[in-house]
């Protein structure tokens, strides 16, 4: 019976959301697109529920996205195919869309540790130098 409790309140617990696993966090990472980079606040979080707060800071009237890839390549080493990165080749995680200038949007994604790059795939962005990289460890 005290078995069958302790279950009970686990599966409740889990259930509310309630549970910590120090393994798995919820982070922020704070991006800024710039013209010709993407600066990030951190390189490095925990795996779990990360969100990514991304600001347009371009000093043009460019609109820019930001894709997140896991790969084992460099951030500056993603194959090209006119003037874009092929999404559809790598391990496509997620994207933040369509970013106006002076605009800002969020996405959160669950990552798993590993080798994440991020850049922006709107012609020829990745080229002039719009990628950087995230490392997911526990």
């Known amino acids: 019976m005290r078995l069958a409790y302790g279950i009970a309140v686990l599966i409740g617990a889990a259930a509310l959301g309630m549970t910590s696993h120090a393994s798995y966090a919820q ?6 697109l710039l013209s ?13 529920r990360v969100t990514i707060d991304v600001k347009n800071a371009a000093d043009n009237n460019m609109e820019h996205e930001l894709v997140v890839l896991k790969t084992d390549l460099a951030d500056d080493a ?3 195919s006119k003037g874009q990165v092929p999404e559809q080749k790598l391990r496509k995680v ?3 869309e369509d970013i106006a200038p002076g605009k800002s949007k969020h996405m959160s994604f669950r990552l ?7 850049i922006c795939n709107k012609p020829g962005h990745y080229a002039a130098g719009m990628h950087t990289a995230l490392a ?3």
């Open 112 to 118: 798993t540790p590993g080798h994440y790059v991020l």
């Open 36 to 48: 010709t980079s993407i600066q990030l606040d951190t390189h490095n979080v925990k795996p779990g």
């Open 27 to 32: 982070q922020t990472v704070k991006a800024i």
């Open 136 to 138: 997911v460890t526990p």
């Open 94 to 96: 997620g994207e933040v």
């Open 78 to 80: 993603l194959p090209l």
